[in-house]
């Protein structure tokens, strides 16, 4: 059964700095991965999306990076701001396409 | 409007109760999805849907019963809640284009409350 997790659970930074969330996931045999964000009583907004033929994707000051083979993905974020604060959450999708995994999320807390 | 939209956005029944939740796409995406989010248990996948009258179970399926009989609408019903169903509960969408499943996209959730 696929598990993924998130680390760091939550994270406290000051304005500016750059950071790297983590995802790792038990099985390998997966479609996709996409990260996501989460503001407090909101829904989820999709950030970036990497097939598993992908090792990158970037978007702004976002780039989510994918190791299949070792079970791992990074988002990086560069120049933080306090309107990054919210928790993310990165979710694999199996082989058979029908069936998302999320990690526990990560909650960031940007400093002004 | 544009996207996925839930309705109610929050509810209040009582055990023993039948409850439906409704989630309306205007993508006209082939697959949709429900997901319940809980503290300490996150996302997990309850039904989805491939197509207009194709559903399948997810990982907590139990006590929930789904129908799609067009596809931009996903209604997902509780036949008789429990408390154990007080949860937020999501819904979202995504389509396969160019050979590759594309990303999923999510209401912004209907939170329901079972007393």
């Known amino acids: 059964k696929q598990e993924v997790t998130q680390i760091p659970a939550a994270l406290s930074v000051p304005e500016g700095e750059n950071l790297v969330l983590n995802c790792s996931f038990t099985?390998?045999?997966?479609?996709?991965l996409q990260w996501f964000r989460q503001d407090p009583g909101k829904g989820l907004t999709s950030l970036l999306l990497?097939?598993?033929?992908?090792r990158e994707q970037t978007s702004g000051r976002l780039n989510a990076s994918l190791d299949k083979s070792s079970g791992r993905s990074t988002l990086y974020i560069a120049a933080s701001q306090p309107g990054d604060s919210a928790t993310y959450l990165c979710?694999?999708?199996?082989?058979?396409?029908?069936?998302?995994?999320f990690g526990p999320g990560t909650r960031l807390s940007v400093l002004p | 409007d544009a996207g996925i939209t839930q309705s109610p956005r929050y509810k209040i029944t009582e055990t023993g109760r039948q409850v439906t939740l409704m989630c309306h796409q205007t993508?006209?995406?082939?697959?949709m999805f429900w997901y319940r989010q809980d503290l300490g248990h996150g996302l997990r996948l309850i039904y989805y849907?491939?197509?207009?009258?194709?559903?399948d179970k997810g990982e907590v399926p139990d006590g929930y019963v789904v129908s799609r009989s067009k596809t931009e609408n996903f209604p997902l019903t509780l036949e008789s809640a429990t408390r154990s169903q007080t949860s937020v509960y999501f819904c979202?969408?995504?389509?396969?284009?160019?050979?590759?499943?594309?990303?999923?996209?999510f209401g912004p959730g209907t939170r329901l409350t079972v007393l």
């Open positions: 979710a694999v999708r199996d082989n058979y396409g029908q069936n998302f995994v």
């Open positions: 099985d390998s045999a997966i479609y996709n």
């Open positions: 979202a969408s995504s389509e396969w284009t160019s050979g590759l499943y594309n990303e999923q996209f």
């Open positions: 990497i097939q598993s033929s992908q």
């Open positions: 993508w006209s995406h082939s697959y």
């Open positions: 849907s491939a197509a207009a009258d194709i559903t």
